[in-house]
């Protein structure tokens, strides 16, 4: 039997009988909220619809109107949660993706600007590619061609770190780029999808002028921070807070009700670059941690890869037994790149023996990159750039991904 959103039901499954009301179906199971508050996952098979009830009532709609005086900003969805809202009838949550249904989530977004909205792609973050990252840098470049003064990119939080960095390498913007997304779904009385939407908002009306990832300061409903796409890492996996910048302060923060953006002096701003967009990706890239007593032969499997990444213990070393076939690969013409599993501090493989075979094997060193916006680099680099460039690009501070040149250190 077919059943519809909202239906009374009698769910029959383990010797009990409940009453609820049917919410969603996937792979023969059935989604259904129990009298209780509670939502059960059952095999469709056991669900009748309950006789002589009738099916929850959705309200009309009541159309929304735009203030045509403020500034326009476009909301790119990909998928994540931050535009998500509860249909309270069950329970359910689902992604809205048009302005009224924004709006009517989160009405406070009203007061700061108009929208329009677009959806690319509805996916889970781990399902994001390189060939994604290219759309939405296009979509991204047209909505500021078309006149937006702003971008909003809703996206799942897991893999947002790469989607920023790679826009921010594809994209000199003229305008705010915020990526912001959720740890808490909204039907949690401890979300954080409005504070985190409004404060984004906020960020894309502001003189801000690069490419930045909003989210909670603290755990606390006090304030976002805007962090530089290419200096950030989600650091917990449910904490509010889990977007930290490393190695260097948020270039910004936007204060929460009140709205006040305050911009650090090397901010990139508003207006400060042309518009360019050099969406080219090289997707043969890969990115290996080393780890003690790895075999060799791990990296055999990057045969045939244009570009490799390798998060190193320290100042950026392998094992010894990994250098012969690291020389191997550079000379098939594989351009490997080295960068650190610490945090903090930068590579450095001229203190011990060990690094300096690294760089007798061709290994360029990428100073205090992050091992996930080295990897969205080389694909940029590799896809735009002269070969004989790489390593003096690979080794050049463009945005922000460096603290300082390193170039013609090795």
């Known amino acids: 039997m077919t059943f519809k959103n909202s239906d009374p039901v009698t769910v029959s499954f383990a010797g009990l009988e409940m009453e609820g009301i049917y919410i969603s179906a996937s792979n023969e199971n059935a989604v259904v ?9 059952v095999p469709e098979s056991a669900v009748t619809l309950r006789e002589g009830a009738e099916a929850l009532a959705k309200p009309a709609a009541v ?24 249909d309270y009838r069950t329970g359910a949550v689902s992604s809205k993706f048009t302005a009224e249904d924004i709006l009517r989530s989160i009405p406070e977004l009203g007061d700061i600007a108009r929208y329009r909205t677009l959806q690319p792609f509805n996916i889970l973050s781990e399902n994001m590619n390189p060939a994604m990252w290219q759309e939405l840098a296009r979509t991204i470049y047209n909505e500021i061609l078309a006149g937006s003064k702003g971008i909003i990119v809703t996206h799942g939080t897991d893999t947002m770190l790469y989607s920023a960095a790679a826009v921010s390498f594809m994209l000199d913007t003229t305008v705010p780029v915020i990526f912001v997304g959720a740890q808490r779904s909204a039907d949690r009385p401890s979300s954080d999808n409005a504070v985190n939407a409004i404060c ?104 045939g890869y244009k570009g490799l990444v390798i998060a190193g213990t320290g100042l950026g070393h392998t094992g010894t037994d ?89």
């Open 322 to 410: 990994c250098i012969e076939k690291i020389a191997d690969l550079v000379a098939s013409g594989t351009t490997v790149v080295m960068t650190s599993q610490c945090m903090a501090g930068s590579v450095c493989d001229r203190v011990y023996e060990t690094g300096r075979y690294l760089l007798d094997a061709g290994v360029i060193e990428a100073g205090n990159m992050l091992p996930e916006v080295a990897l969205v680099k080389l694909m940029w680099v590799l896809a735009n750039a002269d070969p004989k460039d790489v390593k003096r690009l690979m080794q050049t501070n463009l945005k922000g991904e460096l603290d300082v040149d390193i170039r013609g250190e090795n």
């Open 63 to 86: 159309p929304l109107e735009q203030n045509e005086k403020l500034p326009l900003l476009s909301i790119i969805s990909t998928g994540g949660t931050i535009a998500s809202t509860v």
């Open 33 to 41: 909220k129990l009298k209780s508050g509670y939502n059960i996952c």
């Open 200 to 303: 984004s908002a906020q960020a894309g009306v502001s003189e801000l002028g690069e490419v930045v990832v909003c989210m909670h300061s603290t755990s606390n409903d006090t304030s976002c921070s805007l962090h530089r796409a290419t200096r950030v890492r989600k650091n917990h996996t449910s904490r509010r807070d889990a977007f930290q910048s490393i190695g260097r302060d948020a270039v910004g923060t936007v204060s929460y009700p009140d709205g006040k953006v305050v911009l650090a002096d090397d901010a990139v701003k508003r207006g400060e670059n042309s518009l360019v967009l050099k969406a080219e990706l090289e997707p043969a890239c890969g990115l290996l941690t080393y780890y003690p007593g790895m075999n060799p032969a791990v990296l055999d499997a990057f045969k």
